[in-house]
């Protein structure tokens, strides 16, 4: 929703280092949830709507390859961008389990905190894309559903197949032409209709 801040989970065992990335990431006026572990991270995923994960790689317990993998099992959390953030030192073993995991970047401590900033920022302008994506296809249905009430139920078919290749596009811009082709053509038909002179009444003389 616009307006709405965006969250993300920020995800170390040591406070240390979440102090140190709340402090890092706070100026940009998301909402920071933090969580110590693997399990804890799991259960605030059920019910925060994520636009992106900083997860730690060390972490005792379940760490944060074992955490990712959870993650990307789960219908729900599965497209959440996750970020791994290690003091290992960069081996390539160690970044292809990141990936294979499910990261979509790789970052080594001490990083640049310029970098993580504009990095989170890319990915929470991704969801943000995604979020007004949904709410237009949300307002073309309820736009549908009016013009299926005022019989034109033909015209959302033809509109549904439009939303549908842009939502498998993830095209905001096709969605917004598609919602202009379906006004623009319900007002053309209830335009036409109106035109049409009404019946005269059986058995009236001309």
């Known amino acids: 929703m616009p307006g709405v801040p965006a969250k993300i989970l920020l995800v170390d065992d040591r406070p240390e280092n979440l102090l140190a990335l709340e402090a890092i990431l706070q100026g940009l006026g998301h909402d920071l949830i933090k969580a110590t572990s693997g399990e804890e991270a799991l259960k605030r995923l059920l019910v925060e709507d994520v636009a992106v ?79 007004e994506l949904t709410t237009q296809a949300e307002q073309l249905r309820r736009r549908l559903a009016r013009y299926d009430a005022a019989g034109l139920e033909g015209l959302s078919e ?36 109106r035109r049409v002179p009404a019946a005269p009444p059986v058995g009236t003389s001309r």
């Open 53 to 131: 994960l900083l997860l730690d790689v060390q972490m005792p317990g379940m760490d944060g390859f074992e955490t990712a993998a959870h993650v990307k099992r789960r219908e729900k959390t599965r497209d959440i961008p996750i970020l791994f953030l290690t003091a290992i030192d960069g081996e390539a073993h160690q970044a292809f389990r990141g990936y294979a995991a499910g990261a979509v970047d790789y970052l080594a401590k001490p990083f640049d905190p310029w970098v993580l900033k504009a990095k989170v920022g890319v990915f929470v302008e991704l969801y943000e894309r995604r979020r």
């Open 158 to 193: 033809d509109v549904c197949a439009a939303i549908e290749k842009a939502q498998a596009a993830g095209d905001p811009g096709a969605l917004a032409a598609a919602l202009e082709q379906a006004a623009s053509a319900a007002t053309a038909m209830r335009e036409a209709v």
